[in-house]
Structure formats: structure tokens, C-alpha cells
């Protein structure tokens, strides 16, 4: 399984942060839960949310208000939204699935928010 994200690596203030993360060599609607995860400078990694391979999501508390993940199936990708966001969610962003009691993850993708 071969996860990459995508997506602007600068956001605004106030804007809403939008990556896509590409999986190759499974199915995202066959098995499994695909995550969001995120890295802040100098901090620990923090689940953002997932999304099964039924389609039901799944949020962190602490980001429930403005996460939004969902997916197309047609092009074997899932996707995260993040409204509102401040210079607290610079961070990088990785997609995440476990598989078979391995996980797999992408490479990540820095992102920035600044004027």
C-alpha cells in the first residue's frame, strides 16, 4: 500500500486548509481506516480524524469543529478539510492507513499557515 499527500504547502489565517492523500495499491472502500495525522514543530503527532472503508468518519474531539474528511472513490483518494485555521496547525501533514498489522504512511507534506 503507497499513500502520498498533496496540497498547498501555505494557507492563510482564517482560510480553510484542503490536502488529498492518493492511495495506491489497495482500496480505500475495500478494508481498513484511513487517517489523518499531524506533526507541529517541536510537538508530538496528533490524530486528526479518519475515514473507513464504509465512508463513516471519525473526528478528534479537540478538531471536530473544523475537520471535514471525505473521499473519492473513483480516484482512490480521501481528502482533508480544516477550517479557520491559525499559524497553531503549521504543521506536517501525513495520511496514514494500518494494514494487516502494518502501517502505512505517506511522506508527508509541510504546511505552513502565514500572511
Known amino acids: 500500500v503507497q499513500l502520498q499527500e498533496s496540497g498547498p504547502g501555505l494557507v492563510k489565517p482564517s482560510q480553510t486548509l484542503s490536502l488529498t492523500c492518493t492511495v495506491s495499491?489497495?482500496?480505500?472502500?475495500?478494508?481498513?481506516?484511513w487517517s489523518w495525522i499531524r506533526q507541529p514543530p517541536g510537538k508530538g503527532v496528533e490524530w486528526m480524524g479518519a475515514i473507513a472503508y464504509s465512508g463513516t468518519t471519525y473526528y478528534s474531539p479537540f478538531l471536530k469543529s473544523r475537520t471535514s474528511i471525505s473521499r473519492d472513490t473513483s480516484k482512490n483518494q480521501f481528502t482533508l478539510q480544516l477550517s479557520s485555521v491559525t499559524p497553531e496547525d503549521t504543521a506536517v501533514y501525513l495520511c496514514?492507513?494500518?494494514?494487516?498489522?502494518?502501517?502505512?504512511w505517506g511522506q508527508g507534506t509541510q504546511v505552513t499557515v502565514a500572511s
Open positions: 495499491g489497495d482500496s480505500i472502500t475495500t478494508n481498513y481506516y
Open positions: 496514514k492507513t494500518r494494514a494487516d498489522s502494518t502501517d502505512y
